[in-house]
């Protein structure tokens, strides 16, 4: 079953085609991304037009570009996987109207897919001995929660952010020191040649909260800034030290509050989304917990791979044809529901 996968959440355009074989096993056949960081950079920031338009004048370009590297041809399709939420919605909608596009003269399906349980799923792509019930933390610029995964379309958000998302959290903070868009691995970057300084210092609130909240610590991070900018833009070290305070403020909430989750439950865990590919989250998740799971960093960032291996998941297992619709927010507990998920 040859599945393909097309990705336009947000600023990225992923397409790949991923074959399910009869045992269940997973093999990416090809992959393409295109990013648009070089597109938004002027702006500080994702402009959801213009991303829109950059999506449908990629879509076409890489879907050619992909089946000529597999040597395949669309007639070779079992089926489609389309993100339909969560996402910008004039983004979703490109990818989504492509797909139909593809689908009506082969008469194959199309399956909408959450793009936030691709995430979840890249752990079992990619490790296929892993099984649920295991623990998944999804950390990215739009996305911060820990889910119970119970089985395919079986999940149960234990935390989420209840404000900005941690990956939100540091670019906004990079953008407060001046680094240029997107901050985030910039200021991770810059952390790593830091160190622990006892001038600054950022409050630790949501370590005691039920839910991550990450906006009490950008405000810090612009007061802390403010206050000291001289001295932190007239010296490397003082610059990369606090980088580390502010990488030290996103990251230990996340791992205080996930190593509970996995500790009290006894169960693997998955790390995926774009922050996901920090030095620092890995190796203090890496000490803390014992069965550990990341995705290849290639796999850290949105990408069509896993959104053609979550709609083979289904395909697999007699689901073909929900409604297409887009969806700006949607949570991945009600997926049960929309998909006709059995929790028996």
């Not at 990225?12 to 009869?22: D, K, Q, R």
């Not at 680094?179 to 600054?200: C, H, I, N």
């Not at 500790?263 to 995926?272: K, Q």
Request: aromatic fraction near 6%; glycine fraction near 10%.
């Amino acid at each position: 079953m040859l599945i393909l996968g097309i990705e336009t959440s947000c600023d990225e355009t992923g397409l790949a085609i991923v074959e399910i074989g009869s045992d269940g096993r997973a093999t990416i056949r090809g992959e393409v991304l295109a990013s648009q960081v070089s597109l938004h950079q002027k702006y500080g920031g994702v402009v959801p037009e213009l991303a829109s338009r950059e999506h449908m004048r990629s879509l076409p370009i890489l879907c050619e570009e992909l089946f000529a590297s597999t040597g395949l041809t669309l007639a070779d399709l079992s089926g489609i996987g389309v993100t339909c939420g969560p996402g910008l919605k004039g983004c979703l909608l490109m990818g989504v109207t492509f797909a139909q596009g593809i689908a009506l003269p082969l008469k194959v399906p199309v399956l909408p897919v959450n793009h936030i349980e691709g995430h979840i799923l890249s752990g079992e792509l990619h490790e296929p001995a892993l099984k649920p019930p295991y623990i998944t933390l999804v950390v990215s610029g739009g996305h911060t929660e820990i889910v119970l995964v119970e089985g395919l379309g079986r999940y149960t958000c234990l935390c989420r952010t209840r404000d900005d998302a941690a990956g939100e959290a540091f670019d906004k903070s990079a953008n407060l020191l001046d680094l240029p868009y997107p901050g985030g691995a910039r200021l991770a970057s810059w952390a790593g040649k830091g160190r622990a300084s006892s001038v600054f210092k950022l409050p630790r609130v949501a370590r005691e909260m039920d839910d991550f909240s990450f906006s009490g610590l950008k405000t810090a991070v612009a007061l802390m800034v403010k206050r000291h900018r001289q001295e932190i833009h007239a010296s490397e070290d003082v610059f990369a030290d606090v980088c580390w305070a502010i990488q030290d403020g996103i990251v230990d909430p996340l791992v205080k509050k996930v190593s509970r989750e996995v500790s009290s439950r006894r169960l693997p865990l998955v790390v995926c989304g774009g922050v996901s590919a920090n030095v620092e989250l890995r190796e203090r998740l890496t000490e803390t917990c014992q069965e550990v799971y990341f995705p290849p960093l290639k796999h850290c960032v949105d990408n069509g791979a896993m959104i053609a291996y979550a709609a083979g998941r289904y395909f697999a297992n007699g689901i073909t044809a929900p409604p297409l619709d887009i969806f700006s927010r949607w949570p991945v507990e009600t997926l049960s529901s929309f998909y006709g998920v059995s929790h028996g």
